[in-house]
């Protein structure tokens, strides 16, 4: 069982950047033994891959519309995800979301995962 809690969102202007944090607290399996991801959700639209990273974190991806913007990482001794995001335009306005998943397998698609936080507004004015 893992309960996620975002933090970090909030109201930034085109070009500029935000750190979102995802604190774990995990029971019968430590972090570090959890894929992480990062997911986004605009009104009427469906869930998509932001990110995600392999236990160690030596294994990332990254949808193409974030590449080279965003950067995920986490801090295993800290139980914590982050998603550094530069750069930021109109079009990330979105709801993220952190979400881990059991497997070893770093996955790309929503259904994987098994847990979820419930989530952090990001918004960018042009």
């Known amino acids: 069982q893992v309960q996620l809690v975002e933090s970090g969102g909030g109201l930034v202007q085109a070009g500029g950047s935000l750190r979102l944090s995802c604190a774990a607290s995990?029971?019968?399996?430590?972090?570090?033994?959890?894929?992480m991801g990062w997911f986004r959700q605009a009104p009427g639209k469906e869930r998509e891959f932001v990110a995600a990273?392999?236990?160690?974190?030596?294994?990332?991806y990254y949808a193409d519309s974030v590449k080279g913007r965003f950067t995920i990482s986490r801090d295993n001794g800290k139980n914590t995800l982050y998603l550094q995001m530069n750069s930021l335009k109109p079009e990330d306005t979105s709801v993220y979301y952190c979400?881990?998943?059991?497997?070893?397998?770093?996955?790309?698609?929503?259904?994987?995962?098994?847990?979820w936080g419930q989530g952090t507004q990001v918004t960018v004015s042009s």
């Open positions: 979400a881990a998943d059991g497997a070893l397998v770093v996955t790309t698609l929503p259904g994987k995962y098994d847990y």
């Open positions: 995990a029971s019968g399996r430590t972090f570090s033994t959890y894929t």
């Open positions: 990273i392999s236990w160690t974190g030596a294994t990332t």
